[in-house]
């Protein structure tokens, strides 16, 4: 069983820059695909960045070029730093792990098992 858990989190103002962690225990870490997705207030959830055990990396499109996802894999924590925030980044961030094949996108919420609690992040115009 692999728990997750995020900090990093806060409220900041358009432009500002924040880093997200997400702590892993429970499972041999490097085997993970690493993921955040978001949830916004009424809408759905959805993908932001994903990273294999390998190190390749997947985002969705309108954070490209401004949020970077990254591993350590010594300290069991997945990263996202987010710069160049929007009032639309404003969402409740989550992490989720799993084994994702390679045969398989990365961006799928239903192919993760495992979900840490989420952090909050508000972005003021």
């Known amino acids: 069983q692999v728990q997750l858990v995020e900090s990093g989190g806060g409220l900041l103002q358009a432009g500002g820059s924040l880093r997200l962690s997400c702590a892993a225990s429970g499972g041999a870490f490097s085997s993970y695909t690493m993921a955040w997705f978001r949830q916004a207030p009424g809408k759905e959830r959805e993908f932001v960045a994903a990273i294999r055990g390998s190190g390749s990396m997947r985002y969705k499109d309108s954070v490209r070029g401004r949020f970077t996802i990254s591993r350590d894999n010594g300290k069991n924590t997945v990263y996202l730093q987010m710069n160049s925030l929007k009032p639309e980044d404003t969402a409740v961030y989550s992490c989720?792990?799993?084994?994702?094949?390679?045969?398989?996108?990365?961006?799928?919420?239903?192919?993760?098992?495992?979900w840490g609690q989420g952090t909050q992040v508000t972005v003021s115009s």
């Open positions: 989720a792990a799993d084994r994702i094949p390679i045969s398989r996108r990365t961006d799928s919420a239903d192919d993760y098992a495992y």
